[in-house]
Nanobody
Framework: QVQLVESGGGLVQAGGSLRLSCAAS????????MGWSRQAPGKQRESVAR???????NYANSVKGRFTISRDNAKNTVYLQMNSLKPEDTAVYYC??????????????WGQGTQVTVSS
């Protein structure tokens, strides 16, 4: 069994910063791509940022230049540094990971979500 546990969400004023963390644990052989998505009330979930095991990244246009995704492979952890936050960044943020467990069958796992609220 694999679990993803997020932390770091909260309430921040516009222009402020937050750093999200997501740690994967369990029967893990390796982790391929990790990423962050978000879902605002009444909207569909959207991908925010992704990072491969080799460190290649891509971002949604709406967060380019403001958010930075990184990972620590030794700790099976992915981070999302969010700067210059805007009220429209308010959402529940979910991490996800494509994990190869000890059974060697890859599977996509999701965290439980962490609330980010940006006040104007």
């Amino acid at each position: 069994q694999v679990q993803l546990v997020e932390s770091g969400g909260g309430l921040v004023q516009a222009g402020g910063s937050l750093r999200l963390s997501c740690a994967a644990s369990g029967s893990i052989f390796k982790i391929n791509t990790m990423g962050w998505s978000r879902q605002a009330p009444g909207k569909q979930r959207e991908s925010v940022a992704r990072i491969t095991s080799g460190g290649s990244t891509n971002y949604a246009n709406s967060v380019k230049g403001r958010f930075t995704i990184s990972r620590d492979n030794a700790k099976n952890t992915v981070y999302l540094q969010m700067n210059s936050l805007k009220p429209e960044d308010t959402a529940v943020y979910y991490c996800n990971a494509n994990v190869v467990p000890l059974s060697l069958k890859p599977y996509d796992y999701w965290g439980q979500g962490t609330q980010v609220t940006v006040s104007s």
